[in-house]
């Protein structure tokens, strides 16, 4: 029912990201749980929808986000998740008027987030400059992504902090592996999918009128990107 159920029409910004989980089918593995989380204009976050396989790959993310499309969420402004091959351009073939902000953290552990704004290019183009020739294939990755790395600075300020990194979700793994811990493993998918469920269904419950830090001072703003 979970699976099913109708989805809101929009959601300011959504994070994807996967988790690892021992399940045992026939060995004992540890298998990738995806999960989505969105927080609406006005501020509320739900686990919007999580599915379950043996490991992360762009193909089941792509069945993912049309399988949220088909069940009513039409609209997303801002997609964020790490450096999943392929990621940017199956959110393009879903959402393609959505934008994507590659999580800072994983690109470059916190560092970009703590210089001021107006310092940003600068910082950037000292570290290339420095390092440029000792880490040639290094520059020329980040460089290739960096645009994605500071969309983020397209939006209020009051939101920034909590739309540079995927740091919300992984939030939420934790939870979800702290509690699935003292199991060991699960013995069918099954029994980790009504697991999952129940967790999601307790986040949904603790959050359902709570709004996300900085949303709310800028609400009408949020409603503004949308039809």
């Known amino acids: 029912a979970y699976h099913k159920r109708s989805l809101s029409d929009k959601s300011f910004c959504v994070y994807l990201d996967a988790t690892y989980i021992p399940l045992r089918r026939q060995t004992f593995e540890r298998e990738a749980v995806y999960i989505a989380i969105g927080i609406k204009p006005n501020g509320r976050k739900e686990v919007i929808d999580y599915c379950i396989a043996p490991n992360e790959n762009i193909e089941v993310w792509t069945e993912m986000l049309q399988n949220m499309k088909s069940r009513g969420l039409k609209q997303v402004e801002l997609f964020l998740s790490d450096g999943v091959v392929g990621m940017k351009q199956a959110l ?21 987030a703590k210089v001021r704004v107006d310092d940003r290019e600068a910082v950037m183009n000292d ?3 420095k390092w440029g020739k000792l880490y040639s294939h290094v520059v020329r990755n980040l460089k290739a992504i960096e645009a994605d790395m500071l969309v ?8 920034r902090p909590s739309i ?31 697991f999952i469920g129940i967790q999601a269904l307790s ?12 949303f709310g001072q800028v609400q009408d703003t949020l409603e503004s990107y949308f039809d």
Not at 152 to 159: A, D, E, G, S, V
């Open 203 to 214: 986040y949904n419950d603790r959050y359902f009128n709570r709004i996300h830090k900085g």
């Open 164 to 194: 540079y990194s995927t740091n919300m979700i992984e939030s939420f793994n934790n939870i979800v592996k702290r509690k699935a811990k003292p199991k060991a493993e699960f013995p069918t998918e099954q029994s980790l999918d009504i």
């Open 127 to 129: 570290f290339y400059a």
């Open 152 to 159: 983020f600075y397209n939006y209020p300020k009051q939101i």
């Open 92 to 112: 393009v073939e879903a959402y393609p008027k959505a934008h994507f902000q590659r999580c800072l953290v994983h690109v470059m552990r916190n560092i970009c």
